[in-house]
């Protein structure tokens, strides 16, 4: 039998298509489904982030993707808002940073796990007190 030589150009071009189709749509959909890094990046140095006045002693504050602590009177820490475990924004602080997607802690003074699942530390911000202003370093 003789195939007909026609169909091959039109099948590889089908084929061409196909796969190009998949590429275009594929590609966006799965950088979509990936973690937003500038929505979890920190902010560029020298933002303001709050005042001293606003943190509580041995709680905290959440602004934007960071949160700023006061473990004790007078020390301020900052740490990435962004839970290590399911990329969560951690919502509570008081004694200790809280996700709430599924339960982990973190210690106040150096964003430690106290409570699984999550396995790794909250990365810490640098951060500058001055007067009564705390920035990004």
Do not use: W, Y
């Not at 959909?29 to 902010?43: F, I, R, T, Y």
């Not at 949160?67 to 020390?75: A, F, I, K, L, Y």
């Not at 809280?98 to 699942?117: I, M, N, R, T, Y």
Request: net charge negative.
């Amino acid at each position: 039998m003789k195939e007909n030589p026609v169909e091959q150009p039109c099948l590889r071009r089908r084929h061409l298509l196909a796969a190009a189709g998949v590429v275009g749509v594929g590609v966006p959909l799965v950088a979509a489904c990936g973690p937003d890094e500038q929505k979890h990046a920190p902010p560029k140095a020298g933002t303001e982030l709050t005042t001293t006045d606003e943190v509580p002693v041995g709680g905290g504050v959440i602004v934007g993707n960071v949160v700023v602590t006061q473990p004790t009177s007078g020390e301020f820490k900052a740490f990435s808002a962004v839970c290590t475990h399911a990329h969560c924004l951690v919502t509570k602080v008081d004694h200790a940073i809280e996700c709430p997607c599924h339960g982990s802690k973190f210690a106040l003074v150096d964003g430690s796990v106290e409570q699984g699942p999550a396995g790794d530390p909250l990365p810490q911000v640098d951060i500058v007190v001055d007067a009564k202003t705390i920035s990004t370093a």
